[in-house]
C-alpha cells in the first residue's frame, strides 16, 4: 500500500471483498475476506449458544479489517505518529454496525488504543451466517463464570490459577488466539475441556503485507473483544484481564519518545470495549482487571504461595517479546533477557524470591558491558538487542522516578482516568496508585542493587 502523506497524516483505506477482490489501487489496499484474511471464532459460538451466528462472523469481519489496516498502512514517524484509517467492511447487520451507538463506541475504543482516525463504512454482506451445531460445554445457566484473554504468558496462567483457588466453582473460559490457516477440530476442545484449564482457540490467518507496520497497537482488540462477546453470550459472565500494573499502566505513563501512549491493557480501553460490547449485544458486561495496581514481582509471588513448582510454569510460560527466531541456541528458542518483558521477569522473580530457571540468552546483567552480557560470541543482532535493552531500562527507570514525584502530571492525569474508567473515587484510585509505584520502585532499586554498582544497566539507570 502506498501513503499519501499531507503534512499531518498519513491516510490508507482497507476494502474487504466477499468474492475474488479487485485489483489493488494506489490508495486502498483490497483483499478477499476469507482468503486473504480470516478470523475463526465458531467455537466461542459453539461454546456459548446455539443461536445463529451472524454477529460473530460480523466481529470476525471488523477485526480483520482492523487488523489488516494496522498492521498495512506504515506510520510517518517523522511527521505524525496519527495515521488516518478508512476501513469498507462488509457485514449481514449493516443497520447494528451503522447505529451511532455501536460506530461511535468502535471508533473510540480504536482510536484510544491505537491513536489514529478511523473512519468505518458498512455495507451489506451476501449470503446468509453460519448456523453452528448445537453444543454445550457450559454448566447450569445460573454458574459463574470468568472470561479471560489468554495470552499463555506468566500473568494469564497466574490469574487463572489464582480464580481457580478462590472461587473452585466458577466455570473459567480462557480465549486463546492462534496464527493458523485453519481452525482446530471441535473435538480438541472436548478433550481440553476435561481439563482444568478450558481453552477456546480462535484461529486468524492474514496475507502480511511487505514491510508491516511493526507498532501494531490494535493486536489486543482480537483477544477482548471475542472475550467480551462470549461473556455477553453466556450470562452471567464477566471478562478479566491478567495484565500486571506494570504491563497495564507502564506504557501510558512512560511513553516511548513521540509514540502514543501504550494502552492495550488499559481500563480506558476496556471501559470502552464494555460500552461497544453493550451497544452490540444489548448486554452489559462487565471486564475487570484483578492485578491493575499489583506488580509482576507481586503476581508471582501470590503464584508461588499456591505452587511451588516454579520451574514448571516458568518454562512453560513465555515471557519474551522479541522475535523467537533472532533469540536461540542451539535450534533452541530463548528468552533474549533485555526486552521489557524479559526484563520485568527477571525483576519480578528476584523480587518474589523465586529461583529463576529461565535460559536467556543475555544471561549476565552484572556485566560492565552490554556485549559481555551474552556467554560466548555476541548475536549477530547485538545492535537491535542494544536498541531494545536500553530502552526497556530507561522505561523501569522512569517509572521508578515516578514514585518520587506522585503529584507529576502524568500521575496525577493518569489517576483521573482510571477512576473515570473504573467508576472509583480520585482519592480511592491515588491510593493505590502511590502505592503501585512505590512498590515497583523497591523491586526495580533491589534488582539494580543485585546485578551491582558497576554493571551497564546500573549504569544506565543512573543515567
Known amino acids: 500500500m502506498n501513503a499519501h502523506a499531507d503534512q499531518l497524516h498519513a491516510n490508507y483505506s482497507v476494502l474487504l471483498y466477499e468474492g475474488k477482490a479487485p485489483r489493488r489501487s494506489r490508495s486502498s489496499y483490497r483483499l478477499q475476506l476469507g482468503e486473504h484474511v480470516r478470523i ?16 460473530q462472523e460480523d466481529l470476525a469481519a471488523v477485526l480483520s479489517a482492523v487488523r489488516t489496516a494496522d498492521r498495512a498502512g506504515p506510520r510517518l514517524h517523522g511527521k505524525s505518529w496519527a495515521r488516518v484509517l478508512s476501513l469498507d467492511i462488509p457485514v449481514f447487520d449493516p443497520q447494528l454496525w451503522q447505529s451511532k451507538s455501536v460506530s461511535e463506541a468502535l471508533a473510540d475504543a480504536l482510536q484510544y488504543l491505537t491513536g489514529d482516525r478511523w473512519q468505518l463504512t458498512f455495507r451489506p454482506r451476501k449470503g446468509t451466517p453460519k448456523t453452528p451445531d448445537q453444543v454445550h460445554l457450559l454448566g447450569l445457566p445460573a454458574q459463574e463464570r470468568f472470561f479471560m484473554p489468554y495470552s499463555n504468558g506468566l500473568d494469564s496462567y497466574a490469574l487463572a490459577s489464582q480464580i481457580r483457588h478462590r472461587t473452585p466453582t466458577a466455570e473459567l473460559i480462557l480465549i486463546n488466539v492462534q496464527a493458523s490457516r485453519s481452525l482446530k477440530k ?91 460490547v453493550e451497544a452490540l449485544t444489548g448486554t452489559r458486561v462487565d471486564i475487570e482487571h484483578p492485578a491493575l495496581f499489583m506488580t509482576k514481582g ?117 489517576v483521573a482516568t482510571l477512576a473515570r474508567a473504573l467508576g472509583k473515587p480520585v482519592e480511592h484510585i491515588g491510593t493505590n496508585m502511590k502505592h503501585f509505584l512505590q512498590q515497583h520502585r523497591t523491586e526495580w532499586v533491589q534488582f539494580l542493587e543485585a546485578c551491582g554498582p558497576s554493571s551497564w544497566i546500573s549504569s544506565l539507570a543512573r543515567n
Open 186 to 276: 471441535w473435538e480438541h476442545l472436548g478433550r481440553t475441556a476435561k481439563q482444568d484449564l478450558k481453552a477456546v482457540q480462535v484461529a486468524f490467518h492474514f496475507q502480511e503485507p511487505h514491510r508491516s507496520e511493526p507498532t501494531f497497537r490494535s493486536r489486543p482488540l482480537i483477544y477482548d473483544l471475542l472475550a467480551g462477546y462470549g461473556a455477553a453470550m453466556a450470562q452471567p459472565a464477566r471478562v478479566v484481564i491478567p495484565e500486571n500494573g506494570q504491563g497495564s499502566l507502564g506504557g501510558s505513563l512512560v511513553p516511548l519518545g513521540d509514540e502514543a501512549p501504550h494502552r492495550s491493557c488499559h481500563p480506558g480501553l476496556t471501559s470502552r470495549l464494555s460500552r461497544l
Open 40 to 55: 475463526e471464532a465458531d467455537h466461542i459460538n459453539r461454546y456459548c449458544f446455539s443461536d445463529g451466528s451472524a454477529l
Open 298 to 414: 507481586q503476581v508471582l509471588a501470590d503464584l508461588a504461595s499456591r505452587d511451588k513448582n516454579s520451574a514448571l510454569w516458568l518454562a512453560g510460560h513465555r515471557s519474551c517479546s522479541y522475535d523467537a527466531r533472532h533469540a536461540s541456541r542451539d535450534k533452541r528458542a530463548l528468552h533474549c533477557g533485555v526486552c521489557g518483558n524479559c526484563l520485568l521477569r527477571r525483576v519480578a522473580t528476584q523480587w518474589a524470591q523465586i529461583d529463576d530457571t529461565t535460559s536467556y540468552e543475555a544471561n549476565n546483567l552484572a556485566a560492565a558491558t552490554f556485549e559481555a552480557s551474552f556467554s560466548g560470541a555476541p548475536p549477530r543482532t547485538l545492535a537491535a538487542k542494544r536498541d531494545v535493552a536500553f530502552t526497556s531500562v530507561r522505561a523501569m527507570q522512569r517509572l521508578s522516578d515516578l514514585a518520587e514525584n506522585p503529584n507529576h502530571p502524568r500521575v496525577t492525569t493518569e
